[in-house]
C-alpha cells in the first residue's frame, strides 16, 4: 500500500521561529511532491510543489527533496500565527496524476 | 492564476433527495478533476477522477451509483450525491488539473458542506 507519513502534531513554535515540517512516502515511482496548507474549515491552498532533489524557496517557505531517503521537508521561516494551520503533504502516484496524502500536521504559531 | 470555484458552498437536504455540486476551473482549462471527501479531523479521500469527455474512475469502495460524477467539459465537472443519507455529511472538495495550471498540480476549490438531515 503507497503511503505518504507525515507526524500529526501539534507542532508549536513561537513567533518568528522556524517551523520544519517532515513527510516521508514509500512509492519510489513518485515524481512530484506538493505541500499543501489547510485551514480549519477550509480547502487545502497549494503552497510549493518540487520535483527535483535538493532545495527549493519561495518567500519564507523552502520545501526539500531527498529521493534516496523518501523524505521531503517544509521550513516556514519567520513564523507568524497566520501560519497556524494544517499541512499536508502529497505525493503523486507513479504513472498518474492522483496524488496519495499525508493526514497532515497541525501547526501552532504561537505569538 | 489557476482559481476553481465550487457551488454551492454548503447545502442541507433531507435524506432521500439528491444534491448537485459544481467544480469550475476559472482560468484554465482543467483536463483531470478530482473529487475528495473530508470527514472531520481526517485528511483527504479521493472519490474519483474524471476527465473531460470520459467517464470517471472511482476508487475502491465508492459507489458509482450513488456519486455521479459528469465532466462534461474542460472547465466543468458535476458531483451529485444521489438519495443522500445523514451518513453523507462531510465536506466535498474538488480539485483540477490541466492546460495552463500545470498537467500534475493539483488546485483545489473552496469546497462543499453538505448536511443531510
Known amino acids: 500500500q503507497k503511503e505518504v507519513e507525515q507526524n500529526s502534531g501539534p507542532l508549536s513554535v513561537p513567533e518568528g521561529a522556524i517551523a520544519s515540517l517532515n513527510c516521508t512516502y514509500s512509492?519510489?515511482?513518485?515524481?512530484?511532491f506538493f505541500w499543501y496548507r489547510q485551514y480549519s474549515g477550509k480547502s487545502p491552498e497549494l503552497i510549493m510543489s518540487?520535483?527535483?532533489?535538493g532545495d527549493k524557496e519561495d518567500g519564507r517557505f523552502t520545501a526539500q527533496l531527498n529521493k534516496a531517503s523518501q523524505y521531503v521537508s517544509l521550513l516556514i521561516r519567520d513564523s507568524q500565527p497566520s501560519d497556524s494551520a494544517t499541512y499536508l503533504c502529497?505525493?503523486?502516484?507513479?504513472?498518474?496524476?492522483?496524488?496519495?496524502f499525508g493526514t497532515g500536521t497541525r501547526l501552532k504559531v504561537l505569538a | 492564476g489557476a482559481v476553481v470555484s465550487q457551488h454551492p458552498s454548503w447545502v442541507i437536504c433531507k435524506s432521500g433527495t439528491s444534491v448537485k455540486i459544481e467544480c469550475r476551473s476559472l482560468?484554465?482549462?482543467?483536463?483531470?478533476m478530482f473529487w475528495y471527501r473530508q470527514f472531520p479531523k481526517q485528511s483527504l479521500m479521493l472519490m474519483a477522477t474524471s476527465n473531460e469527455g470520459s467517464k470517471a474512475t472511482y476508487e475502491q469502495g465508492v459507489e458509482k451509483d450513488k456519486f455521479l460524477i459528469n465532466h462534461a467539459s474542460l472547465t466543468l465537472s458535476t458531483l451529485t450525491v444521489t438519495s443522500a443519507h445523514p451518513e453523507d455529511s462531510s465536506f466535498y472538495i474538488c480539485s483540477a488539473s490541466g492546460l495552463g495550471g500545470g498537467a500534475d498540480t493539483q488546485y483545489f476549490g473552496p469546497g462543499t458542506r453538505l448536511t443531510v438531515l
Open positions: 518540487i520535483y527535483s532533489n
Open positions: 482560468d484554465f482549462q482543467a483536463t483531470t
Open positions: 512509492d519510489r515511482g513518485s515524481q512530484s
Open positions: 502529497a505525493a503523486d502516484t507513479s504513472g498518474t496524476y492522483k496524488y496519495i
